[in-house]
C-alpha cells in the first residue's frame, strides 16, 4: 500500500524565502488510484542551486505517484567558449551534467528524450549515462532503433503505465537512431508545398502540407500495440510541430488519431513551445503542444513562459480524469509557478490556451482551481 507523507516545508533559495504547498486538486490521491503529472518543454542551464527550479511547485509535485517532463537538452557538457555552439546549424547549448541535479531536486521520475536537441548522437549517450547514474529514466534514445523505441514501464500499486517517447522534429544526420547506430526514436513525417488559389498576387505564401510516413505509421502503431497488451494505462510524448506556431498540423493529427486507435490513453505533445490546441479523440485526450514549464536556455527562455501542469489520474479500469493548471515563469524565469484559472495571470493564460482551441477543440471546465477536459475518464 502506498503511504502518501502530506507535509509543509520553507525552502532556502539563493534569493529569497519561499513557501510551497500542495496545490488544492479537486480528486484526492488514494490507493485506488495513481497520481501522473505531465510537464512540457524542459530545459535546466547554469543551476547553482538544485532546489531553486522547483521550489514553488515542490509540494505538489511530491504528492503524485510519478513525474514526467519531456528533458529538451541533453545532459551532456558543452562548448566552453560561447562562440560555438553545441549545435550550429540551431544556435543551441547542451546542458552540463552536474544539472542533473535539478530534475533530481524536484523528484522528476521519467524523461523523454525523444526532440530535436538531442543531437548529435553522442551527446544523447553521454546524456543518458549521467540520468541513469541519478536513478532517472528515459524514453526515446538509446544505443540503436530497438532501444530508442523501449517504453519505460512503472507498477503503481498494482496499476502498470508505459511511456513511450518518439519525436517528428529530428535533423537528417546523426540523429534518428537505425538498426547500427544510436539515436532518437523518429517519426517520419512528409512535407509538400502547393501554390496558393490566387496566382495573381505575387508573393503570397504557399499551402503547406503534411502526411505521416506510412512504414513509420506502422512501426508506431505496432510499438504502442504491443505496449498495451501489457499496461492498464499507455503514455505517448511527442516532439513535433513548428516553433512558435498556435496551428496543428496535418501530421500531428493523424500521429495522435493513430496512437489513440492502437490503445494510447494520454498524447501529450510539445516542441512549439506556444500553446496548442487540446483535443479529445475517443474520449482520449490529446494535447499538442503544453508549451514550457521550465525553460533556461537564454535564447529562448523569455519568449514562451507559458505552461501546463497536466495532472492525469487512472485507476485499474483506465483514465479516472484528466485536468491541468496553468503556469508562468516570471522575471528572469528561473521559478515556475502554478497560477489559479479563476483570477489573473492563470484566467489570462486559460484565455490564451482557449484561442487557440480549433475546430476539434476538447470542451474545457473549471472545477476548483483546475481545469478538467470533459468527455475523459470515468469521472
Not at 543551476?47 to 545532459?75: C, F, Q, S, W
Not at 508506431?220 to 497488451?229: C, D, E, F, N
Request: hydrophobic share 40%.
Amino acid at each position: 500500500m502506498r503511504i502518501v507523507f502530506k507535509f509543509q516545508i520553507l525552502i532556502f533559495t539563493s534569493s529569497s524565502l519561499l513557501y510551497s504547498a500542495p496545490w488544492p486538486w479537486q480528486e484526492e490521491n488514494t490507493d485506488e488510484r495513481a497520481v501522473i503529472l505531465l510537464m512540457g518543454d524542459t530545459n535546466i542551464q547554469h543551476r547553482t542551486d538544485p532546489n531553486e527550479a522547483y521550489a514553488t511547485v515542490i509540494d505538489t509535485l511530491r504528492e503524485a505517484d510519478l513525474r514526467i517532463v519531456n528533458l529538451e537538452g541533453p545532459l551532456a557538457g558543452s562548448s566552453k567558449d560561447p562562440r560555438v555552439r553545441d549545435i550550429p546549424h540551431k544556435s543551441w547549448t547542451h546542458s552540463e551534467p552536474d544539472q542533473v541535479h535539478t530534475l533530481a531536486a524536484g523528484g522528476i521520475d521519467v524523461v523523454g528524450v525523444a526532440n530535436n536537441v538531442t543531437w548529435p548522437w553522442q551527446a544523447l549517450m553521454r546524456s543518458l549515462k549521467v540520468l541513469d547514474l541519478a536513478g532517472i529514466e528515459h524514453a526515446g534514445g538509446g544505443a540503436n532503433r530497438t532501444e530508442a523505441l523501449a517504453p519505460v514501464i512503472r507498477e503503481v500499486d498494482g496499476l502498470h503505465i508505459g511511456f513511450l517517447s518518439l519525436a517528428g522534429t529530428v535533423f537528417p544526420f546523426e540523429h534518428a537512431a537505425t538498426d547500427i547506430r544510436p539515436g532518437i526514436a523518429e517519426i517520419k513525417a512528409h512535407t509538400a508545398y502547393q501554390p496558393p488559389p490566387n496566382l495573381d498576387k505575387p508573393g503570397q505564401p504557399p499551402i503547406v502540407l503534411t502526411w505521416l510516413d506510412e512504414d513509420s505509421k506502422a512501426e508506431m502503431v505496432a510499438a504502442v500495440k504491443a505496449l498495451k497488451a501489457k499496461m492498464d494505462l499507455v503514455i505517448c510524448s511527442f516532439h513535433w510541430g513548428v516553433s512558435n506556431t498556435r496551428n496543428v498540423l496535418t501530421y500531428q493529427r493523424d500521429i495522435a488519431h493513430a496512437v489513440i486507435e492502437a490503445g494510447a490513453d494520454v498524447v501529450f505533445g510539445h516542441g512549439p513551445h506556444a500553446f496548442q490546441s487540446i483535443e479529445v479523440y475517443r474520449e482520449k485526450p490529446i494535447f499538442y503542444s503544453a508549451g514550457q514549464f521550465l525553460f533556461d536556455d537564454p535564447l529562448r527562455k523569455e519568449k514562451h513562459r507559458e505552461g501546463l501542469l497536466v495532472r492525469v489520474v487512472a485507476h485499474e479500469s483506465g483514465l479516472h480524469s484528466v485536468s491541468f493548471v496553468p503556469t508562468w515563469r516570471p522575471g528572469d524565469g528561473l521559478k515556475v509557478f502554478l497560477e489559479d484559472p479563476n483570477h489573473g495571470q492563470g484566467r489570462e493564460l486559460l484565455g490564451y490556451l482557449k484561442s487557440v482551441l480549433d475546430e476539434h477543440g476538447a470542451p474545457l471546465e473549471i472545477q476548483g482551481q483546475e481545469v478538467f477536459i470533459k468527455g475523459v475518464g470515468s469521472r
